[in-house]
C-alpha cells in the first residue's frame, strides 16, 4: 500500500497559482508529494501518477518517466511528472520516490530506506534552488541546499530528533521590478486588491506587519540600486506548505517555519516549503537554474541619433514607437559622463532615477495609467556637453542590472532602445526681434532646393508685401524690411512647395 500523506493547504496553493494573471507557463507543481512505494512479494511495484498528487481532481492528465521499479531501484529517487491541469496549463513536476522492500525479496533481508526529505518551491510552483535547509539538535547542525528541483534530501545523519529550517538571504533583486510597485499602489489605492496570502507577505518588504509606502520607497530603492539589503528583514521568507493562510491573516499570523523530525526509526517525507521572494508580488523571480525567460515581442524606445558640440546643452527625447495604456517602466543604460554631464531629466522626479557609477536606472510607476502617444517622450534626458560627440556614443544598453521593460494592463513588454536619423524637414521660426522699427529676420530651414514664397497681410487680410525666390537646402534668416503704412500687428506667410507657415509679427515706427 502507497504511505500518502495529506498537504490540506496546497490545494489552496495550486488555486492561487490558476488565479494569477501573470502565471508563467514553465512552472512546476505545489500540488505534487512524494511517496514510498514498497515493492510486493514478486520483487516489483508500479507507480500511479495520481499517487503523488494531494488533489487527483485538479489533474487533466499526466504522465510518469517511469512507473516500473524492482530491486535494482531500491533507495530513494527522482522522478519526472509531466502534467496538464485542469485549465490545459502544462507543468513539470520533480518529486522523491522512495522503493523499500518490506519483505526482504531482494536480499533477505527487509530493506527501508531512512532519510528527511522534502521540497521548496513558489507560490506557483516553481522550484526554489540554492536554498539552504539545516537540521539541527542539541549537538550539532548540519546543511543542504536545494537542488535544481527544489528537493533536499539527509539520509546519512545519526539518528535523533531534529529541527528542520530553510533559509536564503541572496539575490536581494531578484523578482524584484517596477511592476511590483505599481501592484503595490494598485493595492494601497484601493484600484486592485492583493489576490493572495503570499503577495501580502511578500509586499510587507521590511516586515513591519503591515503595508505602507514605505514598502513601495524601499522597492524603487532596490530596483535604483540604492540599497543591497531591506530593512529588518531577509530577502526570502519560507512557510510550511501546510500552513492556513488567508488574506486577512497572512500578516498577522505567526509563522512557524520549522518541522520537528523524528529521524529515527522511520521515514520523514513531505517536509515541504512555499518560498517567498520578498518584493515579489508578480511571481516573476528566477528561482532556479532551469527556469527559461519570457520571449515577448520587444517595445522599442526611439532616440533620434545626433551629434553635439562642446558646451551645448543637449535635450534627448526618449519617444514611444506606437500608442501605449502606460502602467510604467524601468530602463537601464550607460551614460558616457566623460563627454556629457546630467542636468536633468524632464519627466522624472528626482526619486525615480539613480546614476550608479555611470550606469543609469529608472523607474517610473503610473499605478493608475496613462495614455501616451506614437512620438510623445516618455521623459527627456537633458545634458550638457563636455566635448563634441554624438548621442549614441553617449548611450549605450551596457551591463544593465535591471531589466528595461514596459507595463501595459498587466502586460510586461522588454524595451529596447532604437536609434532613428534625424528626419530632414522644412522649418520655419519665429521672427525677431518681435516687434521691429526698421528690420525682422525670418528663420528658415530646407531640407531640399526649392522655391520660397513670403509673403505679409495686414488684419484686414490684404497682402501689403511679398517675396519669392529659390533657395538650396540650408539654413537662413530671411530678412523683411519695408515701410509699412502704420504701427500695428501683421501676419506672415511662407510658402514651400505644398506647406504652408504662418505667424504673427508686431511693427511699430
Not at 530593512?231 to 520549522?258: A, G, R
Not at 538650396?472 to 504701427?487: H, K, M, R, T, V
Not at 506672415?492 to 511699430?508: C, D, P, Q, T, W
Amino acid at each position: 500500500m502507497h504511505v500518502l500523506q495529506s498537504h490540506v493547504s496546497m490545494r489552496y496553493a495550486i488555486s492561487v497559482c490558476l488565479l494569477l494573471s501573470y502565471i508563467q507557463v514553465f512552472s512546476q507543481c505545489p500540488f505534487t508529494q512524494s511517496i514510498l512505494l514498497p515493492l510486493e512479494t514478486h520483487g516489483q511495484a508500479h507507480a500511479a501518477a495520481l499517487d503523488f498528487f494531494i488533489d487527483p481532481t485538479l489533474i487533466e492528465s499526466t504522465a510518469l518517466n517511469r512507473d516500473v521499479y524492482g530491486c535494482a531501484n531500491v533507495g530513494i529517487q527522482e522522478i519526472t511528472l509531466d502534467i496538464i491541469d485542469r485549465d490545459n496549463v502544462p507543468h513539470t513536476c520533480k518529486e522523491f520516490i522512495v522503493i523499500s522492500d518490506p519483505t526482504g525479496y531482494c536480499n533477505d533481508v527487509p530493506q527501508q530506506p531512512k532519510a528527511i526529505l522534502g521540497k521548496i518551491v513558489t507560490p506557483i510552483g516553481n522550484a526554489v534552488q540554492g536554498a539552504t535547509v539545516s537540521i539541527s539538535n542539541d549537538n550539532a547542525s548540519v546543511f543542504r541546499g536545494t537542488n535544481e528541483d527544489g528537493l533536499f534530501l539527509f539520509n546519512d545523519i545519526p539518528e535523533s530528533n531534529y529541527t528542520l529550517q530553510p533559509s536564503k538571504n541572496n539575490d536581494l533583486k531578484n523578482g524584484v521590478t517596477t511592476q511590483d510597485i505599481i501592484l503595490l499602489q494598485k493595492h494601497l489605492i484601493k484600484i486592485r486588491a492583493f489576490d493572495s496570502p503570499y503577495q501580502f507577505i511578500a509586499a510587507d518588504v521590511n516586515n513591519s506587519g503591515d503595508i505602507t509606502a514605505y514598502d513601495m520607497i524601499l522597492l524603487r530603492q532596490a530596483i535604483l540600486n540604492s540599497i543591497d539589503h531591506f530593512p529588518n528583514n531577509n530577502s526570502w521568507k519560507f512557510i510550511k506548505s501546510n500552513e492556513q493562510l488567508t488574506n486577512s491573516n497572512s500578516l498577522t499570523t505567526e509563522l512557524d517555519n520549522t518541522y520537528s523530525v523524528d529521524y529515527a526509526p522511520s521515514l520523514s517525507m513531505n517536509n515541504n516549503y512555499i518560498g517567498i521572494k520578498i518584493g515579489d508580488l508578480n511571481n516573476s523571480v528566477f528561482a532556479n537554474d532551469i527556469m527559461a525567460p519570457r520571449q515577448d515581442n520587444r517595445f522599442d524606445i526611439s532616440i533620434i541619433e545626433e551629434s553635439f558640440q562642446k558646451n551645448e546643452l543637449v535635450t534627448v527625447p526618449f519617444r514611444v514607437t506606437q500608442d501605449i495604456q502606460l502602467e510604467g517602466f524601468q530602463m537601464e543604460f550607460q551614460i558616457d559622463l566623460s563627454s556629457v554631464e546630467i542636468v536633468d531629466i524632464e519627466g522624472l522626479s528626482a526619486g525615480e532615477w539613480q546614476l550608479h557609477r555611470n550606469q543609469l536606472l529608472i523607474s517610473k510607476a503610473e499605478a493608475k495609467g496613462k495614455i501616451v502617444a506614437e512620438e510623445e517622450p516618455l521623459f527627456n534626458l537633458v545634458v550638457r556637453a563636455k566635448k563634441a560627440g554624438s548621442i549614441r556614443e553617449m548611450i549605450k544598453e551596457n551591463n544593465p542590472s535591471i531589466v528595461s521593460e514596459l507595463y501595459q494592463k498587466d502586460q510586461v513588454i522588454p524595451l529596447a532602445i532604437r536609434y532613428t536619423k534625424a528626419t530632414q524637414r522644412n522649418e520655419v521660426g519665429f521672427n525677431f526681434p518681435n516687434p521691429f522699427s526698421s528690420t525682422t529676420y525670418l528663420p528658415l530651414s530646407l531640407a531640399t532646393s526649392n522655391e520660397v514664397h513670403l509673403s505679409v497681410y495686414n488684419l484686414q487680410g490684404q497682402k501689403v508685401w511679398q517675396q519669392s525666390q529659390q533657395l538650396s537646402n540650408g539654413s537662413y534668416q530671411l530678412p523683411i524690411s519695408l515701410p509699412f503704412l502704420a504701427d500695428g500687428m501683421y501676419l506672415y506667410e511662407v510658402l514651400i512647395g505644398k506647406e504652408v507657415f504662418s505667424g504673427k509679427m508686431a511693427y511699430k515706427k
